[in-house]
């Protein structure tokens, strides 16, 4: 169903709202959906999103009604306890609300794009029931960057701060988690992207589902959670020999930092196929109900936070993530609006295991033909050696042993639509590096946000991903 005929088909009769209480429940557990509406009731469908949508069920309740709230606010909307049934397995879950009355329209969607909307939507994680690990491999669901870019309420931590004198002295920004949106259901900050219109970025159907999707028909399973879950408990991680983050996972706590970190100390595996990673700091309330990020230094207001020094959230002005990720933003660039010319990574070390079955030799570039490299890509510092191939610097945090496995060049010229965030050493110039180190466990990062998007166009990309998954996994 086309989007237009989706939102009309969410449109008809009274509207229905809703978000969880929190993002992730334990199969077997309870679910507390908040729902607000004029219908005398409503109806919530539940489909879990994997090599295919899968209807697992339904249920209704009384509708009653409440008003929307701030960006900044607890909604405080009414309550409904939903049990997960104790088999459900663990993935990504989306309920469409709709009044009591209203059929649904198609038990069985194509794919996540399908279920895709702005309002009338809820996106929630069925974690495994204890004891947990049913797979070797946790993926991990970026609810804090998805509510980061979330406008319901009218707000989010973007933007300036000029209207906001509490948070202009502050210099921080704050965003609650109980509001619809966060992932779908609510509107989202950013340009249309051109390469795929389908859905917009900043949504789970945009990043995660695609991936998913590849994932778990490419015969893998994982565990899923959120970065909340994360942030919350430190050996949640324990057991799970890879990782995984997709798209674009911008925003971290220090506890998910931490606690990442120490699964790879630990001898974990963690693979990154995406990029922006790890680049804004956020504070989790005690409660998990909201998160704030410190952008601006005091007092200072409309600016362009990323190519400004001081900036306390900023991960690389304190504790660069390429000690983590390996790579940073602030290496690559972002190209937000419209097509961006075809660029991809001129591949080095093709004899790596990472390279196996996809043909490729030193000097082929990986990916060009449907513009790899964007919207946003990340990078290492390096230099050129003899025979001209790249190695990291670790001047900028790169950990030793870094291998960088492509290369992309990014243009100088403004005109090619590229913007750059500040950063320590202009030389060499921006450049996107996928690569891998070891360190306790392997750290493997695909540097560019639109990894996951090549997944179905592109062999050579599934077959890396094929490898990387298989072997640290």
């Not at 090599?51 to 709230?69: D, K, N």
């Not at 925003?251 to 790890?278: H, I, K, P, Q």
């Not at 990340?378 to 950990?399: E, I, L, Y």
């Not at 992309?408 to 110039?429: M, S, V």
């Amino acid at each position: 169903m086309p989007q237009a005929q989706r939102e009309a088909a969410s449109a008809a009769g009274p509207a229905v709202d809703g978000y969880p209480a929190r993002p992730s429940v334990r199969a077997g557990d309870t679910l507390r959906l908040h729902v607000s509406t004029r219908a005398a009731r409503f109806r919530a469908d539940f489909f879990r999103c994997g090599a295919r949508i899968r209807h697992l069920g339904s249920v209704q309740g009384p509708g009653r009604y409440a008003p929307p709230g701030r960006h900044d606010e607890d909604w405080r909307w009414p309550g409904h306890d939903v049990t997960v049934p104790a088999n459900w397995p663990s993935g990504v879950y989306i309920a469409v609300l709709s009044p009591a009355t209203t059929a649904l329209a198609d038990p069985a969607p194509p794919g996540a794009e399908a279920l895709d909307a702005r309002r009338s939507r809820i996106l929630f994680v069925v974690r495994p029931r204890e004891p947990a690990r049913t797979s070797r491999i946790l993926y991990k669901v970026p609810v804090f960057t998805y509510h980061a870019y979330n406008r319901s309420g009218g707000g989010c931590l973007y933007g300036s701060l000029h209207h906001d004198e509490a948070a202009l002295r502050a210099g921080t920004r704050t965003v609650s988690l109980r509001r619809p949106g966060g992932g779908i259901g609510g509107p989202v900050k950013g340009s249309p992207d051109a390469h795929d219109p389908r859905t917009p970025r900043q949504t789970f159907a945009h990043w995660d589902a695609p991936f998913i999707a590849w994932f778990e028909a490419a015969g893998f399973t994982a565990d899923y959670c959120t970065d909340l879950d994360l942030h919350e408990s430190p050996r949640l991680t324990d057991g799970y020999r890879l990782l995984i983050s997709v798209g674009h996972d911008e925003y971290w706590s220090e506890d998910v930092r931490r606690n990442v970190t120490a699964f790879r100390d630990r001898g974990g595996n963690f693979a990154l196929f995406g990029a922006n990673t790890c680049w804004w700091r956020v504070t989790v309330s005690g409660d998990g109900a909201a998160l704030r990020c410190a952008k601006y230094p005091p007092g200072v207001r409309d600016v362009d936070v990323d190519r400004l020094r001081g900036s306390p959230g900023h991960w690389w002005e304190s504790e660069p993530e390429n000690a983590l990720t390996g790579v940073s933003y602030r290496n690559g660039g972002g190209h937000w609006a419209g097509r961006r010319a075809p660029l991809g990574f001129t591949v080095q070390h093709a004899d790596h295991r990472v390279f196996a079955g996809t043909g490729l030799r030193d000097g082929d570039v990986l990916g060009a033909g449907h513009a790899l490299v964007g919207y946003e890509c990340d990078g290492a510092a390096h230099r050129r050696d003899a025979a001209h191939r790249a190695v990291a610097t670790g001047a900028d945090g790169t950990p030793a042993g870094f291998t960088i496995l492509g290369v992309a060049d990014l243009p100088a010229d403004p005109a090619a639509g590229w913007q750059f965030a500040a950063r320590e050493d202009p030389d060499p110039g921006r450049a996107a590096t996928f690569g891998l180190y070891t360190r306790g466990g392997t750290v493997f990062t695909a540097a560019a946000t639109d990894w996951a998007r090549l997944l179905p166009l592109d062999p050579q990309v599934r077959a890396i991903t094929r490898n990387v998954v298989t072997l640290l996994s």
